[in-house]
C-alpha cells in the first residue's frame, strides 16, 4: 500500500536506449517540475511499494525519460515496465482555475445535470485528445470524456461532477 499522501502522476512505459532510462508517461500535463524530485514511489502490478532515488530527468518529444540509482541497463530498466509512480502530494503545485489532479477526482460522485445518480469515479484514462471519467454505474462502468460541454461542473467539497451525457453514453 502506497504511503499516506502519496499519488500516482503516472506511469513507466519501459527502458530506454542500454544504459538504464525508462520512459515515463506522466499523468500531470507538466505540472511538476521532476528535476526537484529526490525520491519516487515505484508500485509494479502484483507487488509492494519500493521508493527509488531519482537520479536523472530527460524531455523528450514524447515525454520524460527517468534514471534511478541502481538501474544501469536497458535489462533493468526493462523491468519497471508498467509500475506506477508516486510522489507526495505536498510536492505538487496547487491546481489551476477549473483544473483538477486526477487524485482529486477519484471517489467523486457523477450525477446527470437533472440530479439522477450516474456512478462513482473509480479512475481516470489517456484519452485519444482528452482525459476520460471512468465511472463505476453499479453493473458496469462506462467512459465519460472529461471535456466541456460534457462535464458541466465539478464540486470537490461537494464530492461531486455533474455531467451533460450525450444521448446513449449512459444506456445500458
Do not use: C
Amino acid at each position: 500500500m502506497p504511503r499516506e499522501g502519496s499519488v500516482i502522476i503516472g506511469t513507466l512505459a519501459g527502458a530506454h536506449g542500454l544504459r538504464g532510462e525508462v520512459r515515463f508517461n506522466s499523468y500531470l500535463a507538466g505540472n511538476l517540475d521532476l528535476s526537484k524530485v529526490r525520491e519516487l514511489t515505484l508500485v509494479l502490478p502484483g507487488s509492494h511499494p519500493e521508493q527509488r532515488r531519482l537520479t536523472g530527468v530527460r524531455i523528450v518529444p514524447k515525454g520524460f525519460l527517468l534514471t534511478f540509482e541502481g538501474i544501469e541497463s536497458r535489462e533493468e530498466a526493462e523491468k519497471l515496465k508498467g509500475a506506477e509512480v508516486l510522489v507526495d502530494s505536498r510536492l505538487l503545485p496547487p491546481a489551476g482555475e477549473g483544473e483538477y489532479y486526477w487524485h482529486d477526482l477519484i471517489g467523486l460522485k457523477v450525477e446527470t445535470v437533472e440530479g439522477k445518480p450516474v456512478g462513482i469515479v473509480k479512475g481516470l484514462a489517456p484519452g485519444g485528445g482528452q482525459d476520460l471519467l471512468v465511472v463505476d454505474m453499479g453493473s458496469r462502468e462506462t467512459l465519460i470524456p472529461a471535456v466541456e460541454p460534457i462535464i458541466v461542473s465539478v464540486d470537490i467539497e461537494k464530492g461531486r461532477i455533474v455531467v451533460d451525457a450525450p444521448e446513449g453514453l449512459l444506456d445500458e
